[in-house]
């Protein structure tokens, strides 16, 4: 007799979605993020970004502060007012390492520089997920 899992005993991936204009920092944003068991989306600018995840909300979104047509606090104030999006975490990459950067009242921590390392990613990923905010 085999145990055949029940569909309510499957739990769904987690969704990531990365923003940004370069392509090798989006793989290597993907790479990371899978390692944490996320299926990751990926959007080249702001108005792209907005319209996925009115599509299909996410569960974390790493994001460029400079896209090619708005910027990253532009976008995450959009991003923000989608029903379900208010405490999603949003990663910030390109501002000021550890600097912590509000849209309204929430807060978008710009934990990673341009030129971040996997090695921040992860850490980044490790803090939101130990935060306790929307991730499992």
Do not use: K, Y
Not at 52 to 73: A, F, K, N, T, W
């Amino acid at each position: 007799m085999t145990c055949e899992p029940r569909a309510t005993d499957i739990t769904p991936p987690m969704r990531a979605l990365i923003v940004g204009s370069d392509a090798a920092a989006r793989r290597r944003s993907r790479r990371v993020l899978s390692e944490f068991g996320f299926v990751a989306s990926e959007a080249e600018n702001g108005v792209t970004a907005t319209t996925m995840v009115r599509d299909e909300v996410p569960d974390l979104v790493v994001m460029d502060v400079q896209l090619p047509d708005v910027s990253g606090g532009q976008a995450a104030a959009w991003i923000r007012t989608i029903p379900g999006m208010e405490r999603t975490p949003i990663i910030m990459v390109g501002g000021e390492p550890n600097r912590v950067v509000t849209v309204g009242e929430t807060p978008l921590f710009v934990l990673l520089s341009a030129s971040f390392s996997t090695t921040e990613l992860r850490h980044a990923v490790q803090s939101v997920r130990q935060a306790g905010d929307v991730l499992r």
